[in-house]
């Protein structure tokens, strides 16, 4: 999963569980979308893109696996006066540090590649306020993210929307990363199938 808390369509989550589950081997039934799916309603306010690059993913253990570079896109529908619901999802590639595989069934080499495509939605309760624009490019951010997870440059971009955040609540995930040569792990929830070795 993405270190960064708050995770390109509104449809790509049943994309994202259908390929990842066909690429670990498992029926897709088996690893159904979580609850609550990856769709928001309302009235929708910000559709915007950003180039982030050297953000650090973890694996099930929480521990720094790869960097990615990704362009991610931020959709954001007004629910109510203070209620919004935001689908954030990218598409990009990773690079892998020596250690413990994503899946947690191994180890990994350093510099093994591959993509990455995630999904995330969650509701938040707070005051829309944008510091940016609402659509179209937000820029390059360079997260400078290191295998111990610091990373210098990191931004919430839910700050550049929000201010009074008061809580987020219903999140659901999924993420896949596939290697042409060492394997796909699929991510979503509390679930882990397949994983990227060697």
Known sequence: MRIRAGRIVAGLGASVLAAGTALVGVPPAEAAEPAGGFSCHGTPIVDATARIVDEADGGVAGKVWSLINITERFQIWREAPTRFCVIETDVGKFRSFAGESPGGTGT???????????????????????????????????????QQARCP???RFSQLF?????GTSGAVFAEVDISKRHGAWLQSGTTSLGDITG
């Open 108 to 146: 990994i080499a350093a510099n093994r590649r591959g993509i990455t495509l995630g999904v995330q939605r969650f509701e938040l309760d707070g005051t829309f306020h944008p510091v940016v624009p609402v659509s179209g490019s937000l820029g390059r951010f360079d997260f400078e993210c290191d």
């Open 153 to 155: 440059g990191n931004v």
């Open 162 to 166: 929000f201010t009074d955040i008061t």
